[in-house]
């Protein structure tokens, strides 16, 4: 987490950090990157004793420009109109789609530790006159603007354009207006049929005041208009805004040269993708945002995104595959490496740094004892959760060797109701997974003579134990056989899946046979090894 830290010890005195968000539609898992991004930066600043401002803005004078989630009957009607006034397509009682949408992504920030200390509404900021005095310089500097497009952008605009979109008397829409003329206090606008491809205009012209809410700047100057109106001194963005001639450079220079402002700080971060492709839920790549908190706990949805650096790219591909397994278990190693365990293969560089910058909790007592804490590993919960007589707290102790405390009890409690939504959700057909209890599956009768002798020998390692043993100690038990028996281990866990499940694959074995009675796993192990065959077991 060095950038976060670097980021915080490069500024002085009071800092305010934004975000805003189109609400077009179903917000995608990926748009939260920004926002867990934007907390971790204030934690870092704050932690370094700087007053800090948090704040998310909702763009919601945007015109409506994608059809896919209003209904055909609505698509003539609302495409081009401000999200703010297009009707909730939802009967859930929200004012208008934009708050709908907005809402429902909002919603999942206080579960991931994410609190602004305001939410502003562009509608709402338009409307209180909060805008005028930069719609009146960008009208004023329109000349400045266009050549700051051609400049910066490549972008060639007439001579008679002004950077600024009225929203139509007549109709209501304005994403097909056009900006002509400025003649101090008032603007000529046309609404037209074919501005743009995805709206038609009502063909209404006229001079009109832009201020109180009744135009809206373009985008770019939108942007740098917010920057001035709650004084913005940082504000990450996304990769597509950050390349070069793109709409950040646009708007810093803006900034700049129209608005004589210097603009924020950028900390530009790249998308989660799915299969080497950006997320976006309208092209049905990627799972509602809101969807996908009820699957993984807020800790470890923040891990994913903080886990890498912002600017580098996070593949994630939940639905069918064992990312969200592996998630789990890559936060476990790091929580075991802030309490100072012994951890396996390679880490982030300052695991403690990423875990504090993780979990919800703030202060460092608080911190230490989640690190600290007992969690049962999320493949082993959910194997459990399959299975109709296991209890997953008296397994969780037996792993442990102890009592679990109120923390760990809770950690596990989040984690099973986990690992419940992602078998019903997203996990792939193999890890649902069935003990045949009901006699030796016939896929045993495949194994071979090696095979047979390693279970024949983890086996009589087992006899006489008479209670059950942990899952690491099982799993310890059988790579300590794999050596005795000169097997590979790929072969050896094969031969303990053909014989419990009837599959070549599953679970951790360890765990899976410490989740069992004790004389089970001894009976089915010598049962599956020959049914009362000779089997030579090397010693």
């Not at 971060?269 to 997320?279: D, S």
């Not at 809101?290 to 639905?319: G, K, M, Y």
């Not at 030796?440 to 024949?456: K, N, T, Y």
């Not at 072969?491 to 303990?496: G, K, M, S």
Request: aromatic share 8%; proline share 6%; hydrophobic share 40%.
């Amino acid at each position: 987490m060095d950038w976060a830290d670097e980021l915080a010890a490069s500024v002085s005195g009071p800092q305010v950090v934004n975000d805003s968000k189109t609400p077009s539609g179903t917000v995608h898992v990926g748009s939260l990157r920004g926002p867990v991004i934007l907390d971790v930066i204030v934690r870092a600043l704050r932690t370094r004793g700087l007053p800090t401002t948090l704040l998310y803005g909702v763009d919601d004078l945007d015109p409506m420009d994608a059809q896919a989630l209003l209904t055909p009957d609505a698509v003539e009607h609302e495409m081009g109109r401000p999200l703010a006034h297009v009707p909730d397509q939802e009967p859930d009682g929200h004012a208008s789609y934009a708050r709908h949408h907005a809402q429902v992504f909002i919603d999942t920030f206080a579960g991931l530790g994410i609190h602004p200390d305001r939410y502003y509404w562009m509608s709402e900021v338009y409307a209180a006159g909060d805008v005028d005095p930069y719609i009146r310089l960008a009208l004023d500097r329109a000349d400045r603007v266009r050549e700051i497009y051609r400049r910066v952008a490549h972008v060639q605009h007439p001579d008679e354009w002004h950077p600024i979109q009225v929203i139509c008397e007549n109709c209501g829409r304005v994403g097909t207006t056009i900006v002509t003329k400025w003649d101090g206090e008032r603007v000529w606008y046309e609404c037209r049929p074919d501005l743009v491809k995805w709206a038609r205009g009502c063909g209404r012209s006229g001079w009109i005041s832009p201020f109180g809410g009744r135009a809206k700047l373009g985008w770019n100057l939108e942007w740098a208009a917010q920057w001035g109106i709650f004084g913005v001194t940082i504000e990450p963005c996304g990769k597509d805004l950050s390349t070069a001639g793109g709409s950040r450079d646009r708007s810093d220079a803006i900034a700049r040269e129209v608005f004589e402002r210097e603009p924020p700080i950028n900390v530009p971060y790249e998308f989660l993708n799915v299969g080497g492709k950006k997320m976006s839920t309208s092209k049905g790549r990627g799972a509602a945002a809101h969807t996908i908190a009820e699957v993984i706990p807020p800790e470890q949805l923040r891990f994913l995104f903080i886990r890498t650096r912002p600017n580098s790219a996070i593949e994630f591909d939940p639905d069918g595959t064992d990312a969200i397994p592996r998630l789990f278990d890559e936060f476990d190693r790091v929580a075991d490496a802030t309490a100072g365990r012994e951890v396996r293969g390679s880490l982030p560089p300052n695991p403690d740094r990423l875990f504090a910058y993780t979990v919800l909790e703030t202060d460092p007592t608080s911190i230490a004892a989640c690190a600290g804490a007992f969690r049962l590993p999320f493949g082993h919960v959910a194997f459990l959760a399959q299975q109709p007589t296991a209890d997953v707290f008296a397994t969780a102790e037996a792993e442990k060797g102890d009592l679990l405390t109120d923390l760990e009890r809770e950690i596990l409690d989040e984690r099973a109701r986990s690992a419940r939504a992602w078998l019903d959700s997203y996990a792939p057909e193999s890890a649902r997974i069935r003990v045949r209890r009901d006699g030796l599956p016939a896929e045993a009768a495949e194994l071979d003579g090696v095979q047979r002798a390693f279970l024949a020998a983890l086996a009589e390692g087992a006899t006489g134990d008479g209670e059950s043993i942990s899952g690491a100690a099982w799993q310890a038990r059988i790579f300590d056989t794999t050596k005795a028996q000169a097997i590979p281990a790929g072969r050896a866990f094969e031969a303990i899946y053909r014989a419990f499940l009837g599959r070549t694959n599953g679970p951790r074995a360890g765990w899976l046979l410490a989740s069992l009675e004790p004389e089970f796993v001894v009976g089915r192990l010598r049962e599956a090894a020959g049914a009362g065959e000779t089997v030579e077991v090397s010693r």
